[in-house]
């Protein structure tokens, strides 16, 4: 009996080391892949940071931007920012896409046969990573996504070394180019939703990026001479057929976010009086695109704007009274773009770097250059004496810098946080007190950081809400101190 039950016990024991020998091969799905194809991953990352920030930039961009303004559920356009509705939590779009972009490099520079991808994901990493910080200074960023390395609660770097430090984004732009440059294999970059593979055009795209990032940095560092040798190589974005987009359908699943609404909440953002002002006093056309004239209106032809901010509990307002946005961002979203990077932004701040003295260009030419381009990317034809009289530079006085930044800022529309950031970079255009503020009547510099890094990274979230005066939106990013 004795060894009867030893005999037992040694089956068990070895059934017991024979199911753990294979337990991982038991408990793995074969139809579940444990690792994604670099291609499907950069196709994932370009589409859907494209697709969210295009809906973030028009909603929540367009209200702090002051291009669109709120008629309810508006406690973000009073500027109470830590109250995201219909839109303002870019923060778990930038660090996903993030993440998605990191396995990527490290594939590349891991696996030869995908180093191809290395150049753009590299480029990439820098234009999300410029957006990330100049929306809320100083984020996670050296130690984020190194959970296999026991990093669980990554520090806050601050905007200066994201911006300048060896891996941040102007690093790696130039390391991006230079895998690109490097690269002599013959397997195709695929998954390539903006440039349909051709590395070329991702170097133009690179060199546009660091144009806008050193802009971006001009008050606080010495960039004539980087940006001077960018000018006079001429290869950026110059030209509206090198734009990096990527166009929406006129259907589901990828037509603009805006056209998959109920009509309540697309009805709820309307023409800012702001937008109206600046876009009457130009007598701009892409009013006409843009927006819809309202609808109380027997010519059909008068645009009507309302004061950002209003207090919905309080004041009555009839919809009809003022401007929706125009079919383009609900019907008709197949003329409609994901704007990454485009020629007229690129010469904009061309412009301003040559008006500032920071590059030997003319600055009159590029400004027109610019605006032309900007008319051609919103299907307005530019009307014939428009740079002559109302949009002439620096005539009558007008403030050649002002003039830049403003016709940036109404190209800017998908792309509304661009617009708030110059604004708080230059001051253009005036942006107006808002109705029922939230914020003692100022105007928001910084996006609060999210509620939950107070408790899932509370020693390092502390540290940053130190340095923001307790997370205060009113505190200033490194670059616009």
Not at 146 to 175: F, H, M, S, T
Request: hydrophobic share 40%; aromatic share 12%; net charge negative.
């Amino acid at each position: 009996m004795k060894y009867k039950y030893i005999a037992v016990f040694v089956f068990a024991v070895l059934a017991i080391a024979s199911c753990t020998n294979d337990f991982e091969e038991i408990n793995t799905n074969p139809n579940a892949p444990v690792s994604v194809q670099p291609s499907l991953l950069l196709r994932q990352v370009i589409y859907n940071y494209g697709e969210e920030m295009s809906y973030e930039g028009f909603v929540a961009g367009g209200l702090l931007s002051q291009h669109m303004t709120a008629l309810d559920f508006n406690l973000f356009d009073r500027h109470a920012l830590k109250s995201p509705q219909l839109g303002g939590n870019p923060w778990p779009i930038f660090y996903t896409n993030l993440r998605d972009n990191q396995i990527i490099i490290d594939q590349a520079q891991e696996t030869p046969a995908f180093a191809v991808y290395e150049g753009p994901a590299l480029i990439f990493k820098a234009y999300m990573t410029a957006g990330l910080t100049d929306i809320f200074g100083d984020v996670p960023y050296s130690e984020a996504f190194r959970g296999l390395d026991g990093i669980v609660e990554p520090k806050y770097d601050l905007q200066e070394d994201i911006y300048l430090q060896p891996g941040g984004i102007l690093d790696n732009l130039d390391q991006g180019i230079a895998a690109i440059e490097n690269y002599n294999g013959s397997i195709a970059l695929e998954g390539d939703v903006l440039f349909n593979g051709d590395l070329t055009d991702w170097v133009r795209f690179a060199n546009s990026l660091k144009i806008k990032a050193l802009m971006r940095i001009s008050e606080r560092e010495n960039v004539n001479a980087r940006l001077q040798t960018l000018f006079d190589d001429q290869n950026y974005i110059a030209s509206n057929d090198q734009n990096a987009v990527f166009n929406f359908s006129d259907s589901e699943p990828n037509n603009f976010r805006m056209g998959r609404l109920r009509a309540g909440d697309f009805n709820n953002f309307v023409m800012s009086e702001t937008m109206e002002e600046v876009l009457e006093d130009l007598n701009d056309a892409r009013i006409n695109v843009l927006f819809r004239p309202r609808a109380n209106n027997a010519n059909g032809d008068d645009f009507e704007g309302l004061l950002n901010g209003i207090d919905a509990s309080s004041t009555s307002v009839t919809l009809a009274d003022y401007s929706l946005a125009g079919t383009i961002f609900r019907e008709n979203t197949g003329i409609l773009d994901a704007n990454y990077m485009t020629a007229w932004e690129t010469n904009f701040l061309l412009a301003e770097a040559a008006e500032k003295g920071l590059i030997s260009a003319s600055a009159q030419t590029l400004y027109e250059t610019g605006v032309t381009q900007a008319h051609e990317y919103w299907n307005t034809e530019l009307p014939a004496n428009y740079l002559t009289t109302d949009a002439a530079y620096g005539l009558n006085g007008n403030d050649p810098i002002e003039q830049i930044i403003t016709q940036k800022w109404i190209a800017s529309v998908i792309n509304g946080y661009e617009g708030w950031i110059e604004y708080r970079r230059t001051g253009f255009p005036a942006l107006k007190t808002i109705s029922a503020s939230f914020n003692n009547d100022l105007i928001p510099v910084r996006m609060p950081y999210p509620a939950e890094e107070a408790s899932l990274n509370a020693d390092n979230y502390n540290v940053a809400a130190i340095a923001t005066n307790d997370n205060d939106i009113n505190v200033p990013v490194w670059w616009d101190e």
